[in-house]
């Protein structure tokens, strides 16, 4: 008998996730799996994982499962939350190096389209950087002809000359200065619309495997933060980093023309200096990731719980969430501690190098004054500059560390605007009319993110135009997405899907869609008016189509008492809208569409009586002369039905018309049936 412990620490804590007493019965992969569910279900971001069992760990049964493999078997695991980009830096780390010279290369490939701005900004800094770089030397000359007796002018020009002119040039170099900054700003502002609007674009063009996959806290944040970290790199930082160079090239050549002997004596510093910047410079790039990965946890919480404040406050979760929240902003928090420290040692140590590097060259240049090889003019000149050097160096750093930020960052981007959806919308062709009869042959299919878990095993059905087809069957057995598979949100494994004998992966998807209507028992609605909600589907509709569609949707009515009408702002989702108020919308929005074919998924099941008569009287309107697809779980609503398509073990298990279904002794269909009527006399006694 063996026990074992599986530990696993996520930021400063350590968790022990999983025990086992074991005889050798159980098998270990088991084990492991339960504790990644654990871990997965308490929301516990896995960093390192140990097992406490020495003797475990070196049995060769568990060999399999030491930290490397281990976390490689956990990485492949379907629980596993780490981002994509992780996995792949532990897959491939030989790689590394290489890939971090295409990144900077593709992060600068980003600033190409502002290129002219960003030479003509780049020209306005190199007018500034020099006006500044002659400053030093003037201050030289100036306190040389001050200090000076037999030293009345330079360059012909007497002291209030010298310094109308050195006025002069300064006021140019302001303007120059204040161009560079202007032109590198909007440079930078244009390329984060531009990557706004790509990725926007790409996210929005995404197979629904991937929205499966992502939250939608995650995607705003790369939306936001992401692109706002790589247009600043791209311009502000660069901007600086370019003065910064100019400063630190031509202040060091100056110092060698005033005095080799104390610029050697200030070269010393710079190796060590350089060296332990671009050690934390790296350092950065890795904190940067980390960083932006767990503020995008951050957007996640708060924008699922926030979009679900009424579920939060019914449940009195407040100060659970308010803790859910307080843990992730403390990742967060560890990560800047970190950044932090690192920063401080380096910044702190380069000060204090440069200060013992500036107390030895006034020491030894206070000498040379003193023996007169150099004047006091030009050993000010040449601590001015080493100022100037100095903390052109220390920017040089920020921006390398800065850029290795912008680095971490367009991964990110990069890894969406890179990702091409599994579903082409654009391309395949439109079928001249649609008559509105589906077939599905032989569908297999499993949702990507749960390959093993197989929904449709050989599921066939044919509809012919026209007809109202319910679709029914215990929950789980695949009713909504058979919708589902027919919008292409996902494709089958195999088997095809024809409409009007065509099949729809040769049609063009995007007309394809617009085909298609859905009104679902929960309709989403935007932040908007009435009228642009149920104009949706057709954005070019007349505002008289649109009270069209409305009277026949039962909604006018309820409209016309609203103070604004159709201009009337239903906030976001609907929220000040009732169910059956949303739901009529959704039906006008449909009507409004004039699709050819209809899903109607459990269209009326969230309703009062009241609301689901008015719906349902619709609904009739709308489904006329229409093929649809009615997902329902009430079986009272379909008796009217043409066809009723009875779901089970992956497939149709029975097809017949309602009373057909209803007369089958042992049938799926009428057991459901049977189920509903007995729940129905209770819910009748607890309404009376
Ligand atoms: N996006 C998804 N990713 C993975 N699995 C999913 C997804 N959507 C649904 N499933 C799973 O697929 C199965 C069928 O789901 P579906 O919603 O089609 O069933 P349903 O018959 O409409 O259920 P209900 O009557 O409860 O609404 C369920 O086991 C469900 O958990």
């Known amino acids: 008998m063996t026990t074992s412990i599986i530990s696993a620490e996520s930021g400063d804590a350590v968790f022990d996730v999983g025990m086992l ?43 399999a499962f030491q930290p490397p493999s281990f976390r490689r078997s956990f990485a492949s695991s379907q629980l596993c939350r780490r981002p994509a980009q992780e996995q792949v830096k532990e897959q ?22 502002e290129s002219k701005t960003i030479a003509g900004a780049t020209g306005l800094l190199v007018i500034s950087s020099a006006i500044t770089m002659s400053v030093p030397f003037s201050m030289g000359k100036i306190i040389d002809i001050v200090t000076h007796p037999d030293m009345d002018s330079y360059l012909g020009l007497t002291m209030p000359e010298f310094a109308g002119a050195l ?82 090239t031509v202040g060091s050549s100056m110092m060698l023309v005033v005095s080799p002997k104390l610029t050697g004596i200030m070269m010393l510093i710079v190796p060590p200096v350089a060296l332990f910047g671009i050690v934390y410079g790296r350092y950065v790039k890795t904190l940067s990731r980390k960083t932006q990965t767990a503020l995008s946890e951050i957007t996640k919480v708060a924008e699922e719980r926030i979009s679900s404040i009424r579920t939060v406050q019914a449940f009195a979760k407040e100060e659970a969430e308010q803790k859910r929240y307080g843990l992730r902003v403390l990742d967060v928090f560890t990560l800047a501690k970190k950044e932090a420290l690192a920063s401080a040692a380096f910044f702190g140590g380069a000060g204090l190098s440069g200060n013992l590097a500036v107390l030895a060259v006034l020491w030894y240049g206070g000498h040379m004054v003193m023996h007169n090889a150099i004047t006091i003019g030009e050993l000010t000149s040449f601590m001015l500059y080493t100022a100037y050097v ?25 890894e969406l605007l890179d990702r091409k959806s599994s579903i082409n919308v654009e391309n395949g062709k439109i079928l001249c009319d649609v008559k509105g009869k589906i077939k599905f042959e032989g569908i297999n299919f499993s949702y990507p993110t749960r390959p093993h878990s197989h929904i449709f095993k050989n599921f066939s059905l044919t509809v012919q135009p026209g007809t109202v087809v319910a679709v029914v069957g215990p929950s789980g057995s695949g009713k909504s997405t058979v919708g589902s598979l027919l919008l292409r949100y996902y494709d089958p494994d195999a088997g095809n899907i024809y409409i009007d004998d065509t099949d729809v992966k040769d049609i063009n998807l995007r007309w394809w869609r617009e085909q298609v209507g859905v009104v679902s028992q929960e309709p989403t609605l935007f932040a908007g008016t009435i009228a642009e909600n149920i104009a949706y589907g057709r954005e070019n509709a007349t505002l008289e189509e649109i009270e069209n569609a ?82 329902a779980h009430r079986l009272s609503t379909i008796r009217s039905a043409d066809l009723v398509a009875c779901l089970s073990d992956g497939g149709v298990s029975e097809l017949g018309t309602y009373y057909e279904l209803l007369s089958r002794e042992d049938g799926v269909f009428r057991k459901l049936v049977e189920l509903q009527s007995l729940a129905g006399p209770e819910d009748q006694e607890e309404r009376q």
Request: hydrophobic share 45%; aromatic share 6%; glycine share 8%.
């Open 21 to 63: 007493v074991s005889n050798g019965s159980i098998p270990e992969r088991c084990f492991l799996d339960s504790s990644f569910l654990l871990c997965a279900a308490s929301n516990i971001r896995l960093t390192r994982f140990c097992i406490k069992q020495p003797k475990l760990l070196s049995s060769p049964k568990f060999n």
């Open 92 to 113: 491939a780390p030989a790689t590394k190096k290489k890939a971090n010279a295409g990144e900077v290369r593709k992060l600068f490939g980003l600033a190409k389209p």
């Open 550 to 631: 409305a009277v026949k949707a039962n909604c006018a009515s309820f409209i016309s008492g609203f103070a604004d009408k159709y201009n009337t702002v239903v906030g976001e989702r609907g929220i000040s809208l009732s169910g059956g108020q949303k739901q009529r919308i959704a039906i006008a929005r449909a009507l409004l569409k004039n699709p050819k074919i209809l899903i109607l998924d459990e269209a009326t099941s969230a309703l009062d009586s009241e609301s689901e008569v008015l719906v349902q009287e619709a609904l009739n309107r709308l489904m006329h002369g229409r093929t649809v697809f009615t997902i």
């Open 390 to 414: 100095g903390t052109a160096l220390g920017g040089m750093t920020s921006f390398y560390s800065e850029i290795m930020k912008g680095v971490g960052a367009s991964d990110r981007i990069f």
């Open 167 to 248: 006025s002069m040039i300064f006021v140019l170099g302001a303007a120059a200065n204040a161009g560079r900054v202007l032109l590198f700003r909007i440079a930078g502002e244009r390329i984060i619309q531009r990557l706004r609007n790509d990725l926007y674009k790409s996210i929005l063009k995404q197979d629904m495997a991937f929205f499966d996959k992502n939250r939608t806290g995650e995607l705003i944040s790369r939306l936001s933060t992401d692109t706002a970290i790589v247009g600043k790199s791209l311009t502000g930082n660069v901007s600086d980093g370019l003065r910064a160079l100019a400063t630190a």
